[in-house]
């Protein structure tokens, strides 16, 4: 009788095991990863905007999703090269993008990323655009005198 009931509960233990396991999720913390935030300003990010990774030579992407309240987007790479994150959000003042390069070296660490245009040469622009405030208060000014 001991036989029996034995082999019963391990025939139930063999057959309902693997279903048991379907419904169990496992997961690990790593400390690895590149992490890129993005915002408009120091007090305003670009939370749950929609993000797409590209790998290095990839025409289709390797992740794609929203980025978090904070408006971070972070991945783990699985190869050295120059990896792409395209980040897009429609507002009511139109849509807004960024395109990042990032370059990922052996360590599979961000070992450089690209800048924008601005971000690169911000004293030059904030000079241009005090030249053109002048610029246009002295053109103001000859339109108000030759106006009288």
């Known amino acids: 009788m001991h036989k029996i009931i034995f082999f019963a509960c391990l025939f139930l233990y063999c057959t309902f095991s693997t ?3 379907a419904h169990e999720i496992n997961y690990v913390v790593e ?3 590149i992490c890129a935030k993005f915002f408009y300003s120091e007090k305003e990010s670009l939370s ?3 993000y797409e990774i590209f790998a290095p030579s990839e025409k289709y992407a390797f992740a794609k999703g929203r980025t978090d309240k904070n408006g971070v987007v972070c ?4 190869r050295t090269g120059k990896w792409i994150v395209n980040v897009r959000e429609d507002t009511e003042h139109g849509l807004h993008a960024a395109k990042v390069e990032i370059t990922v070296n ?6 450089s990323f690209s800048k924008p245009l601005v971000a690169q040469h911000t004293k030059f622009f904030i000079a241009l655009g005090f030249v053109g405030w002048m610029i246009g208060i002295l053109a ?3 339109f108000m005198k030759k106006r009288n």
């Open 31 to 33: 400390n690895k990863g």
């Open 106 to 111: 052996e360590k599979m660490l961000s070992e």
């Open 75 to 78: 991945f783990l790479p699985d």
């Open 48 to 50: 749950y905007a929609e």
């Open 140 to 142: 103001i000014l000859k």
């Open 19 to 21: 279903f048991a396991e």
